[in-house]
């Protein structure tokens, strides 16, 4: 759960991005933000699937006078993604935000950006510089020819000179490329050149199936270098699908402290039960725990309960029923039809013992 690479901590709301802390799941809204309750319903379930860090698009007047009431009405830290218009960011610096994510460089006079700096100053908020191999400065662009990574931390650069001017050091940092091969080597060169917190991204990634996969793979190899301090899997999707892959990459990696871990056989001639349907459903129902339980799910008792010896709680079928199994020993045997149900069950006490420590 420790980042490896040293940042500088940031305090997002109630939580300390960056420094030993853990990485905290993000994702942002698909609803339009002036619409309060929309924004608000999708906020709660991104919240119970795990999402720690919301970002809502402020792209007008609507949207940002929406902010106080949203943010009232959630749990977790609020973000305002802001293009260019500074008094949009001062109203949703207002209006109580966490953090806002809008590019120095882009704002226009110094003392629009003076103005954004004091209100984010006063009220202790962070700014996040979002670099985009797709959107670098024209004169960054004459200079490669075409989006580098070199490109883009000089983008970073350029815009985060203007904050440090200006003595403000509460600096987020991203640098998202669609080009799964750009994004990794800009993070890497961006974690070497500054110690501002990252908040990782591959930039439309795609739908579930593909995005997921490209997800994986950029943002997998960046973690796997001890890179990223924020992460948001972008898809074009429902946001909540987001919010459970990050938590399954996080869990790859070690870096989620309270995500179940389901194992589950790839099926073989051997097999005794319906094991898709089962593990769907078992995948399901382990969203909604938040304890680091490991089940697992095989189809056969031959080599069920042995391959899963590391697993604290799993069934393997047999024949018309199923072996319930702890540590790699078999507790009970089950009815096939009670099968799903018992594992449940046993997976809420496995949480409740987890809870209560
Ligand atoms: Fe085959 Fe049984 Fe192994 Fe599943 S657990 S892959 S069904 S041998």
């Given amino acids: 759960?420790?980042?490896?690479?040293?940042?500088?901590?940031?305090?997002?709301?109630?939580?300390?991005?960056?420094?030993?802390?853990?990485?905290?799941?993000?994702s942002m809204?698909?609803?339009?933000?002036?619409?309060?309750?929309?924004?608000?319903?999708q906020i709660e379930r991104l919240e119970e699937a795990g999402c720690q860090i919301v970002r809502v698009a402020c792209p007008d007047e609507r949207a940002a006078n929406a902010i106080p009431e949203i943010k009232k009405r959630i749990h977790i830290p609020l973000v305002a993604d802001i293009h260019f218009d500074y008094r949009l960011a001062l109203k949703a610096i207002e209006g109580g935000v966490d953090k806002i994510r809008i590019n120095p460089g882009n704002i226009g006079k110094r003392e629009r950006v003076e103005a954004v700096v004091k209100a984010a100053k006063e009220r202790g908020i962070p700014i996040r510089i979002g670099v985009n191999a797709g959107s670098l400065e024209r004169h960054i662009l004459q200079k490669y020819g075409y989006p580098t990574a070199d490109g883009m931390v000089e983008s970073a650069l350029h815009h985060i000179q203007i904050l440090e001017d200006l003595d403000f050091h509460d600096i987020i940092v991203s640098m998202k490329a669609s080009d799964v091969n750009l994004a990794i080597e800009a993070y890497e060169k961006a974690a070497k050149t500054f110690d501002y917190p990252l908040h990782l991204g591959i930039t439309?990634?795609?739908?579930?199936?593909?995005?997921?996969?490209?997800?994986?793979?950029g943002l997998g190899t960046i973690l796997s270098k001890g890179i990223g301090n924020t992460l948001r899997v972008s898809l074009s999707a429902d946001p909540v699908e987001e919010v459970k892959v990050a938590r399954e990459l996080l869990k790859i990696f070690g870096l989620s402290s309270n995500a179940p871990t389901l194992v589950s056989c790839?099926?073989?001639?051997?097999?005794?039960?319906?094991?898709?349907?089962?593990?769907?459903?078992?995948?399901?129902?382990?969203?909604?725990?938040?304890?680091?339980?490991?089940?697992?799910?095989?189809?056969?008792?031959?080599?069920?309960?042995?391959?899963?010896?590391?697993a604290d709680i799993g069934i393997a079928g047999a024949r018309g029923e199923g072996l319930l199994f702890r540590k790699g020993k078999v507790m009970r045997k089950v009815p096939e039809e009670t099968m799903v149900e018992e594992l449940k069950k046993e997976i809420d006490l496995l949480a409740e013992e987890y809870y209560k420590k």
């Fill in 204 to 217: 439309e990634s795609g739908t579930l199936f593909s995005g997921t996969i490209k997800s994986a793979a």
């Fill in 29 to 41: 809204t698909t609803t339009k933000t002036h619409d309060v309750d929309a924004t608000v319903r």
């Fill in 1 to 26: 759960m420790i980042h490896r690479s040293k940042t500088r901590p940031v305090k997002v709301g109630n939580l300390t991005v960056g420094g030993s802390n853990e990485l905290f799941i993000q």
């Fill in 266 to 310: 790839p099926t073989c001639g051997r097999i005794e039960i319906d094991l898709i349907s089962i593990a769907n459903e078992v995948e399901e129902y382990l969203q909604t725990i938040k304890a680091p339980i490991k089940v697992s799910v095989l189809g056969c008792a031959v080599n069920g309960p042995g391959e899963a010896r590391e």
